[in-house]
């Protein structure tokens, strides 16, 4: 599979599909504010990185707004607000093959075109 989950007014996201050419390369590209994440599409993601928390975006505005870092999340609690609030899913999220890459992490973005 070769798929990328990206929000389109991110510059972040715009800044790697431009550097790595994603979008030129036959990658399915979902926009998540238009086109919500399904509970399959997430637990999928799980299921390659380990981990729910490993996708949640501490970055997220509503994040300090919603008074989250005072509060012991489980993860059960990442899930449910990945699936509810779109900013909470770290971005980007990129599927080549067996990979996952999720973020924006240097090493994160130069292992990403290493795979491609």
Do not use: A, I, Q, W
């Given at each position: 599979m070769?798929?990328?989950?990206h929000l389109g007014n991110c510059?972040?996201?715009q800044a790697i599909i431009k550097e790595t050419g994603i979008d030129?390369?036959?990658?399915e590209m979902q926009e998540i504010k238009t086109e919500k994440i399904t509970p399959a599409q997430l637990d999928e993601m799980k299921e390659k990185t380990g981990?729910?928390?490993?996708l949640f975006s501490r970055r997220a505005m509503k994040y300090k707004e919603m008074g989250?870092?005072?509060k012991s999340l489980t993860e059960k609690?990442?899930?449910q607000l990945i699936l509810d609030?779109?900013?909470?899913?770290?971005?980007?999220?990129?599927?080549?093959?067996?990979k996952i890459f999720v973020g924006s992490e240097k090493k994160t973005v130069e292992a990403l075109k290493n795979a491609l």
């Open positions: 070769k798929k990328m989950y510059t972040t996201c030129k390369k036959g990658f981990s729910y928390e490993s989250l870092k005072d609690d990442y899930r609030e779109y900013t909470f899913l770290k971005r980007p999220v990129v599927f080549v093959n067996d």
